[in-house]
């Protein structure tokens, strides 16, 4: 795929956090999230490829867009078919509450090539790229610590694992406290999570711990891109979510498969763009700056060449008519003349 595509897919999640970060505070999740979506789905409307959403807000009956399946971007080639998986607003609780590291996050593959996961949960685990090929998904915690502190040089004491704050990990959390290393739980948003751990500057070394399936498939784009490691096994937790894996045509053993990288992404060929909503430890979160400009801070990622680019953008409120367009549409948007 061609490199300029990184640049067109940056401009995509800029629009949804633009869209979605006044709603920031205001308890108002679904109001943010539609935000979010307007935003990403009117600028794919301009984007160079063939795409399908393989990930993304739904099936077609339930949720009208971004659903599995819709078709976004505007070129008929077939060498432009590319597979999709969006979250215009991965962490709404996050920005409901005015929390740090809500991102709108977009991964791209060839056709084919990103795993159609059912809308279950899934057991993750995701390190940077030092510890790649270090951890399994099936070793125990401490085996698994143990190997990333070799992996990076360190005392087990000095890992730091992202545990989401939930009750289904009470177990891990104590198993980690038992190894003796540190962590840092997060109340949502295990992209971002695992995102960070291939960053050496915000001091996470792995992620563990279960989440969102489809979530896993977009953080296996960012490891790949970042040259990480990640693996995963779908864990459906209710009997509407095995049926989702049974329509899927995923049988028992399907479900209980150790996932590869390779497996949720199969290509290095593949593209991750995200922007920050709220302030986080990694992207910064969207600053309206007065005077009809508002600054947005993405991270976007290129697995075939492995580039990692920070972009810093000034946006003019008021110059831009998609920005204006679904701005207006959604809370408190004024345009100052
Ligand atoms: O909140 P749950 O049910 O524990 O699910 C975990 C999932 O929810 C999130 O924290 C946030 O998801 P939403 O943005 O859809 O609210 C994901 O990052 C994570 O994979």
New binding site residues.
Partial sequence: MDRSLSLELVRVTEAAALASASYMGRGD?EGA?QAAVDGMRSTFAGLSIKGTVVIGEGELDEAPMLYIGEIVGCSEEEEMEVDIAV?P??????IAKGLPN?IAVVAMAPKGCLLHAPDT??EKIAVGPKAKGAVSIKASIRENLEAVAKALDKNIEDVTVMI?D?E?HENMIKEVREAGARIKL????????AMATGFEETGVDIMMG???A???VIAAVALKCLGGDMQGILHPMSEEEVQRCSELGLTEEDVKKVLTLEDLVSSDDCFFAATGITQGDLLKGVLYLGNNRAQTHSVVMRGATGTIRFIEAIHRLDKNDTIIQMMKKHANFTKKS
């Avoid at 997060?186 to 999570?193: I, N």
């Fill in positions: 999740k999230d979250d607003l991965e962490g709404t609780n996050l809500a949960y899934m989401q939930r289904r997060f109340t949502d948003g295990d992209v971002a999570a279960i989440g969102g489809p979530e896993g």
